[in-house]
């Protein structure tokens, strides 16, 4: 009688994984959209900078197979900057947000994307009073989710006004902010379970 149950339970265990690897296999990847960082025009702010905001957001977008049996894409910033580039221009206006909140949904449409997200530096200074630094950082993120139609903008800002420390810097504020952001909005959160709110 054991040696029937211990075949059952095999025979069980065997079925539940050809159901998992059929699921697996038939679900179509989560497509998510990275654009590039916007940086308001007039900040002096250097490119690496920008750049740890990119790996940023992208650590936060990346999720491990472990973790997502549906499989995630990526879509390439060259096919993302190319269909944003034409949006944008078709659009009346001139300011960079509005323009962007305007685009995210056609813009996921137009590349079939599940998520897009997009950051907007807007504010980056720092001015120096003898030993006294005056800084200040700020970010905007703006994050499109077309399973559930619906369209998140958050913004963060830092300011310092002390006696020089690194951490007071218009670089350390911005990455601070963007870690905020990440933080409060729940981007790994948001991608993996769309019932968030």
Do not use: W
């Amino acid at each position: 009688m054991k040696n029937i149950f211990d075949i059952f339970k095999k025979f069980l265990i065997v079925v539940f994984i050809i159901f998992l690897m059929s699921n697996i296999s038939s679900a179509e990847p989560l497509r998510v959209v990275h654009l590039p960082t916007i940086v308001v025009p007039g900040l002096e702010i250097e490119r690496d900078i920008v750049d740890q905001v990119e790996v940023k957001i992208s650590r936060a977008l990346f999720i491990p197979a472990i973790e997502n049996f549906q499989g995630v894409e990526y879509i390439p910033s060259s096919q993302s900057k190319n269909a944003m580039r034409n949006i944008f221009n078709n659009m009346q206006g001139s300011n960079t947000k509005s323009k962007l909140l305007r685009s995210m949904k056609p813009l996921a449409q137009n590349l079939n994307a599940d998520f897009v997200v997009c950051a907007i530096i807007y504010q980056y200074e720092q001015k120096y009073f003898g030993s006294n630094l005056q800084s200040e950082a700020a970010i905007d993120m703006i994050i499109f989710d077309n399973r559930t139609d619906e369209l998140i903008n958050k913004n963060v800002e830092k300011n310092y006004n002390d006696l020089y420390k690194s951490l007071g810097t218009a670089d350390s504020l911005l990455i601070e902010c963007v870690t905020n952001l990440i933080d409060e909005l729940q981007i790994k959160n948001r991608l993996m379970n769309h019932n968030l709110n």
